[in-house]
Nanobody, 126 residues
């Protein structure tokens, strides 16, 4: 049974940076695409970024392109989300998720992901 545990959230001022981590266990990390999603009380869970199982392909939501970077470390079975130039509208609970499959491009829909973490709160003050 796969488990995902996020960390690294917190309170930051607008323009600042945070790095989220998602440590995985109980799954073969190299067989899973990894994604980051976020959710607020006003919005449904939305796609943020994803990396393919091999790390060769990445995809980003338009609203984070150029600001956020996803990376994965197979030696630690961990995926990261580096968030720079944070804005108040980035405030949300951030979730990491794992999707089994060997497609070159990672999926971007929440329904394509099977394992989910518990989420970590990111708050950006203006």
């Amino acid at each position: 049974q796969g488990q995902l545990v996020e960390s690294g959230g917190g309170l930051v001022q607008a323009g600042g940076s945070l790095r989220l981590s998602c440590a995985t266990s109980g799954l073969t990390f190299s067989s899973y695409a990894m994604g980051w999603f976020r959710q607020t009380p006003e919005k449904e869970r939305e796609f943020v970024a994803a990396a393919s199982w091999s790390g060769s392909a990445e995809d980003y939501a338009d609203f984070v392109k150029g600001r956020f970077t996803i990376s994965r470390d197979s030696s630690k079975n961990t995926v990261y989300l580096q968030m720079n130039s944070l804005r108040p509208e980035d405030t949300a609970v951030y979730f990491c998720a794992a999707s089994f499959g060997s497609s070159y491009y990672p999926p971007t829909g929440p329904s394509d992901y099977y394992y989910w973490g518990q989420g970590t709160q990111v708050t950006v003050s203006s």
